[in-house]
């Protein structure tokens, strides 16, 4: 049955067809086949039980906050100020897409919004500074991926409600490794740019009254991000609510910079309703495969087999990493999450494993997926965002930070108060 199911998903992604429909359609499939009672009949339940649970509200709040920031002028200022302030390391304004993508993740939970927001004010710059432009372009792809992790997180609240863990305390845990990789991915472009100058490109250099005067851009950022999270951890609001009271940031912030208009919010409407749809037509199908899967046996024998190995929980975490990696050149992230967590988290928690700290280690191999090929998501918006050249130059320039973040789940492993400090103390 496991391998059954295995390979007609595998065909059915091999037929092109979408992500959301597949995982429907394979539910469909599996019913029949294994099933002696018409499981289809509660796809309606469980498709209005998954679109109305209140924590599920927030992801399009999120989406239309990043679209509203994108639109408003405020990430292209964000990126100049962070180019003063970090351009002088080797490596220049790679630097600086790190720490904008940074920042930026700060205030919308999405790798592709974080990832096309800096791409689109970066890429220019590889050609007039004479930059390598595979770094570039990779730097951009890998500082994407901190969209998932740094708070607040579209895939943290997903796993929180995958897990039933508490998402405050997901965000707490997601803000030092957040930071952490963001530093790795810094320390990967220094080091590359130390052996190689030439892909390093030219220094920019601004006096530090300039610098300073330029801080006045980091500061809308760094508001929506203590109105959004700070809300939450002052007992304000949920986590959704919190995403509503950025949302209404953002406009204020987008009425000072004179952009808000009703062309202005069409298009962030129409982006938000366009990515809201992709996303919850993959939550829909996985939730009903989940269901499928569950009802037919097929999720306790994956369960049985995976725990009558008898290995122990490092080879076990081990083995997770390693299936993460293999299913993230297979298949999107938010997809890849929700099918594997109901049977991959019950059996590390029972390991022994912490529920948060697990959901920090699964979305940093998450973010990998977002950036190996063949599916890797940000790296088709970054080459989207390009006018010439060949998707295999964004591939080498992303593949020194995914050995970054496979570094960064290993400290984890060693240290995983890096991840459960804040949580245990404000938590």
């Known amino acids: 049955m496991v391998a059954t199911a295995l390979i007609l998903l595998l065909v059915l992604l091999g037929l092109s067809i979408p992500v959301g429909a597949a995982l429907g359609t394979l539910g469909l499939i599996l019913d029949p086949l294994y099933s002696m009672l018409p499981l289809t009949q509660a796809l309606g ?9 209140f924590l599920m509200v927030a992801i399009p709040l999120f989406i239309l906050l990043g679209e509203i920031l994108l639109r408003s002028g405020i990430a292209e200022k964000m990126y100049g100020a962070m180019s003063l302030w970090l351009s002088w390391l080797p490596g220049g304004l790679m630097h600086a897409n790190i720490g904008a993508s940074a920042l930026f993740s700060a205030t919308s939970g999405s ?51 995958l897990t039933n863990s508490s998402v405050p305390r997901l965000y707490l845990a997601g803000i030092l490794p957040g930071l952490l990789l963001s530093l790795c991915f810094m320390l990967a472009i220094a080091i590359a740019c130390i052996r190689r100058p030439a892909w ?17 851009h980091l500061v809308p950022p760094l508001g929506i991000f203590l109105v959004v999270v700070g809300s939450i951890y002052a007992g304000i609001a949920t986590p959704t609510e919190a995403a509503a009271l950025g949302v209404v940031g953002a406009l204020i912030l987008a009425l000072f910079q004179r952009r808000l208009n009703l062309a202005m919010l069409r298009e962030a409407l129409e982006g938000t309703m366009k990515s809201t749809a992709m996303i919850m037509l993959i939550v829909i199908g996985a939730a009903f495969l989940n269901f499928i899967m569950s009802a037919t046996g097929l999720t306790n024998a994956i369960t049985a087999a995976i725990t009558g190995l008898g290995v122990s929980p490092v080879w076990m975490l081990l083995i997770l990493v390693i299936f993460y990696l293999v299913l993230g050149c297979f298949m999107e992230t938010l997809s890849m999450m929700i099918t594997t967590i109901p049977i991959v988290a019950p059996i590390m928690i029972g390991l022994g494993y912490d529920p948060i700290w697990l959901g920090i280690v699964i979305i940093i191999l998450v973010e990998c997926a ?30 020194p930070f995914v050995v970054m973040m496979l570094a960064l789940v290993a400290v984890l492993a060693i240290f995983p108060d890096i991840a459960l400090w804040l949580p245990r103390v404000f938590g």
């Open 200 to 216: 390093g490109g030219q220094r920019v250099s601004a006096p530090w009254s300039e610098r300073f005067k330029s801080l006045i």
């Open 45 to 53: 339940e469980v498709s209005w039980s998954t679109s109305t649970e």
């Open 370 to 399: 977002l950036i190996t090929p063949p599916v890797g998501l940000n790296l088709f918006v970054v080459q989207s965002l390009r006018t010439h050249g060949s998707m295999n130059d964004v591939m080498r320039g992303a593949a």
């Open 111 to 161: 790798s592709v919004a974080t990832a096309a927001t800096v791409g689109t004010v970066a890429i220019p710059e590889i050609k007039k500074q004479g930059y390598n432009e595979s770094l570039f372009l990779g730097s951009i792809a890998a500082g994407g991926t901190l969209g998932i992790l740094i708070p607040p997180s579209i895939n943290l609240i997903i796993y929180g409600v």
